[in-house]
Structures are given as structure tokens and as C-alpha cells.
């Protein structure tokens, strides 16, 4: 019997957003970094794309595939919080292509 065996690209995973904070930080300006992988602390996750502002994060988030929901509550977590993670993102290979990133 053959197992079928996915791609990590295949497999859902945690994507992390994350900005910096402290005083003086504009969330609609910020510069945000976006990962996948890892689940309780950067160990085993895998930068993907920064982006500077909430509308670049927006095309970035789009990009990769995910939902229109989980776009407008990622931005809007975002707003007042650094961190926001995206559970059970599949992020297809032509999706990471799109971003220049390898299969």
C-alpha cells in the first residue's frame, strides 16, 4: 500500500503576523512581518513577507490565499494588538510562487 504524502505547502498551518509595538507605532503605517509553521514561539517557522502597512499586509494576506474573513479579522486584531495568528492556513504552491518564495 502507497501512502500519499503532501507538501508542507499542502498542509494547514499556523500563519503568524506580527508588528512591532510600543508607543508612537501606527498600525495603518507599521511594517508587518508574515510566517507559517511553529506553533507556541518562532522555533520552526518560516518568514514569508513583510509588508509596510495594513494595505500592503492586506495584498500579501490575499496573495497567499486566505480568506476575505480572515483578512478583515487579522487587520482588525491588528489595529490594537502586534500579533495575530491565522489557524489552519493551506498555502498552495503557486501562491507561494506568486510571492517569489521556493516550492
Avoid: C, W
Avoid at 76 to 89: E, F, Y
Amino acid at each position: 500500500m502507497t501512502i500519499p504524502t503532501r507538501s508542507p505547502a499542502d498542509t494547514p498551518t499556523p500563519l503568524h503576523i506580527d508588528r512591532t509595538s510600543g508607543a508612537g507605532v501606527r498600525p495603518a503605517t507599521a511594517e508587518y512581518s508574515v510566517s507559517f509553521g511553529g506553533s507556541k514561539d518562532i522555533v520552526g517557522t518560516v518568514h514569508l513577507a513583510t509588508a509596510k502597512g495594513l494595505d500592503a499586509l492586506t495584498r500579501v494576506l490575499a496573495a497567499l490565499g486566505v480568506p476575505l474573513p480572515e483578512i478583515e479579522t487579522a487587520i482588525r486584531v491588528l489595529r490594537g494588538s502586534p500579533h495575530h495568528d491565522i489557524r489552519n492556513v493551506t498555502l498552495a504552491r503557486d501562491a507561494l510562487r506568486r510571492l517569489g518564495l521556493p516550492k
